[in-house]
């Protein structure tokens, strides 16, 4: 019986050692970026990036959200995202992730002489602009 | 002719074994929806990142993470369907469950090629949970034959294969259902070291219990019930009973306690930080935690599954638990279930459906061993066919609706008043009575009955269907 447990615990020793040492020369923040923000292969994006919508509010979020009305020649989607969640301070960020959430290019808006225009309180708006809690925007298809 | 019977009984072993892994693999990508609950993702992303990068990363709520992100990981398209609209709250290292479930599930995504967590599809992480059901499924048809025989054994075995909420429940990816094999392993090997008193018997069953706890800390029902059992066996085991407790709780703690080893890798602070937190999360189950057991199953956050076979399986628990004294198998179902009790009172936070599913096996297999002492006696017919009837009437209801049901109200009224009034009079008077041949046949038409319904609702549980239950 002690021997079982000398055995099993010189195992568990080397167990952590082995384990201590693979996690401190593979894990860094990249790594665990290209896992968490990585698109799936297997997804089909969507013509129409006002197909898809997200779900709800982000309630936990307090102030720190941002909301997004796409205006597309078919249809249209209201989106309101957590700016936890969005990483950078711009707008383009913001049209990053909801592309990723929505899935959609985000190309459409992003490249020179795109057909979308986004307003806020009604004035168009630069897409490098910055992003403040609870802004909202709208954007429309040409 | 003995090995030829053995064979046979094998074979329906199997079969029955094959009956309920169909089951659960009919539709397990689709119900529970992707989503309902996001654990299912957390613990295959944990074992996805362990292995990958040696760090767990997982989804968590509880306070005391220093390293936190939020991202919209949109596997499953959650976020156009069952997420809340909150972003995923992403912790490393992730200490909400110990590893093993996280390990299979994330190892067996990383096999299919999955690369990141957005992939981490539900179609691909319930595939081993499927396997796993049918596991705990055979398990449970082994522990009721080893304690009862095979009559129990098969009629357990068909219960446990069909019963809706139990299937639905065994395709998610759950601590639970990693543990319960592990369970009924611990409790099979203990008894059969009680049969035959052979020592490798109880070193597996100790090694069992301690896996069980890997799976998750309620795992540790394992290593309760199995010291119970052996102190319960006392008087048989002789002299040295308290080396076999000793034994046992040493083998089975010290593999508990590589958990602890887990947080000491990457900080024991952290670790006992989320450990406090744990163990002080918000008592959701509140004071009709007993009376919810019974009556009704809360599979995800969002959708209930009212199933008679658990209310019933509890009835039979307290039908054993009123006998004067339990033989072996008797202790083995009246320990598991209330030392799980114990543990469900202790750490239970909200009333998820995942909480309930260690209580199954012992409650199915108590079930089943009612229902075969009902088969032997024709004096206990009435309580058979009343039990069989709540199951049979309650899944009625889900095809036929009630203005339609009553087409068929003459038959139902009159048929079962005729069934009630005849064993009224075979109890009062012993002349009237029905060959054993015939008795036998009527409880087991109604019991088969009752296992075809079983299996119309669980194939009745579509994506429309499960939209729509409350």
Known sequence: MVFFLVLFYIFAVLLFLLIKIYSK?????????????????????????????????????????????????????????SLKAVEGNTWEDVINTLARVNLFNPDDFLIDNSNWKCFRGGVLINLDSEIKNSDYINCNEK | MKNNLFFGKLVIVFVVTFFGFVLRYHNYDKVPFPGESMDEYSYSWMGMSLIK???????????????NISRYINVDRVFQNTASGNPMTINWPWFDHPPLLGLITGGYALSQGVENFEETNIFIIRRPMVILGSLTLFLVIILAWVCFGFNTAVISGLIYASSPVIVVGSRMVQGENGLIPWYLLTLISLVLYFKNKNKEWLIFGAVSAGLASLFKLSGVVAIMSGIFLLWSERNTLGIKWKEDVNKFSLISLAITSLFLLFGFIYGINQFVEIFNSNSERFYGIGSEAIYNLLIQVKITNRKFLTDPWILLGWVSMLVILMSNKLKLGEKVLVIGTFSYLGIYLMLGSHPYGWY???????????????????????????????????????????????????????????????????????????????????????????????????????????????????
């Not at chain 1, 006002?50 to 209201?78: A, F, Q, R, T």
């Not at chain 2, 990068?53 to 390293?67: E, F, L, Q, W």
């Not at chain 2, 048929?415 to 054993?436: C, E, H, P, Q, S």
């Open chain 2, 356 to 470: 309930v599913f260690p209580f199954f096996p012992t409650l199915i297999i108590s079930l089943g061993l009612i229902f075969t002492k009902i088969f032997d006696s024709n004096r206990k017919m009435l309580s058979g066919v009343f039990l069989t009837l709540i199951p049979v009437g309650y899944f009625l209801t889900k095809f036929i609706d009630i203005v339609e049901f009553q087409k068929y109200a003459s038959v139902w009224k009159f048929g079962l008043v005729g069934i009630i009034l005849f064993f009224i009079a075979m109890r009062i008077d012993t002349k009237v009575i029905l060959n054993k041949l015939g008795y036998r046949l009527l409880f087991g038409l109604i019991f088969l009955v009752s296992i075809y319904l079983n299996i119309r609702y669980v194939l009745m549980l579509t994506i429309d269907y499960w939209y729509k239950a409350i």
């Open chain 1, 25 to 81: 020369s593979e894990f860094n923040l990249e790594k665990l970026n290209s896992l968490t923000n990585d698109r799936s292969r297997w997804i089909n994006l969507a013509d129409n990036p006002c197909v898809n919508l997200i779900n709800g509010e982000p309630v936990d979020s307090g102030k720190e959200y941002v909301k997004v009305h796409l205006e597309c020649i078919e249809g249209s989607s209201d989106n309101t995202l």
């Open chain 2, 53 to 67: 990068t040696g760090m767990p990363v997982g989804i968590s709520g509880i306070d005391g993470y220093k390293n």
